[in-house]
């Protein structure tokens, strides 16, 4: 069965400070994979996704980056990170176009 | 521009009765919609789909209906259980490539025992 993991669960890092998080899904093979971005009490907001290695497209300007070095994994990087970089984020797959997406529990990022 | 949006931001229902969540969408174009059941400090967890070549969807103790009418969905969950108790999102799919899904803002429900 597929699965999907992200780390850390929980990261705190002042402001200016660099960030990766990481995303690996195992089980699968060139799934579509997503970042996306959840405000506190907020919806889901899309912030890249990929269709293959070292494809990324960007849906929002923004101090984030993300890249992806292999099939299965995915990373969301910050060269100097923002106080409005705080935020819950999460990783996610799909399998072929149209199908629901499946998400990873989640980074909760505090920058203080 | 086109969204999705939830009219009402908490439910609160006793355990056992049903319970109705719904959702407004505005892109006609849409032909994918998708409910997600959030828990406290978790990823959202797919629950059940429809596509617009349906009305009426059911899972196990869900059912998802589409009114392309008047661009409403809804989810229905029988006989709630406490465990019910999470943030419920749905999400629509306006794909330019792969599953851009928009979401709404989330209902959260709350389940009395």
């Known amino acids: 069965s597929q699965t999907i993991h992200q780390w850390p669960a929980t990261l705190v890092q002042p402001v200016g400070s660099p960030l990766s998080l990481e995303c690996t899904v195992e089980?699968?093979?060139?799934?579509?994979l997503y970042w996306y971005r959840q405000a506190a009490g907020r919806g889901l907001q899309l912030l890249f996704y990929s269709v293959g290695i070292g494809q990324i497209s960007s849906e929002v300007p923004q101090n984030l980056s993300a890249s992806r070095p292999q099939d299965r994994q995915f990373i969301l990087s910050s060269k100097k990170l923002l106080l409005s970089d705080s935020g819950f984020y999460l990783c996610a797959w799909e399998g072929r176009a149209g199908s629901p997406l499946h998400f990873g529990n989640g980074t909760r990022l505090t920058v203080t | 521009g086109e969204s999705v949006g939830l009219h009402l931001p908490t439910l609160s229902v006793q355990e056992g009765d049903n319970s109705i969540i719904n959702c407004a969408y505005s892109?006609?174009?849409?032909?994918?919609f998708i409910w997600y059941k959030q828990e406290s400090g978790k990823g959202p967890q797919f629950i059940i789909d429809i596509r617009s070549n349906m009305d009426k969807r059911q899972g196990q103790r869900v059912t998802v209906l589409l009114n392309k009418t008047v661009k409403h969905l809804s989810l229905q969950i029988a006989a709630t259980q406490p465990g019910d108790s999470a943030v419920y999102f749905c999400?629509?799919?306006?794909?330019?490539?792969?599953?851009?899904?928009?979401f709404g803002g989330g209902t959260r429900l709350m389940v009395k025992p």
């Open positions: 892109n006609s174009a849409s032909d994918y």
């Open positions: 089980g699968t093979s060139n799934p579509n």
């Open positions: 999400a629509e799919n306006w794909s330019r490539a792969g599953n851009m899904l928009t």
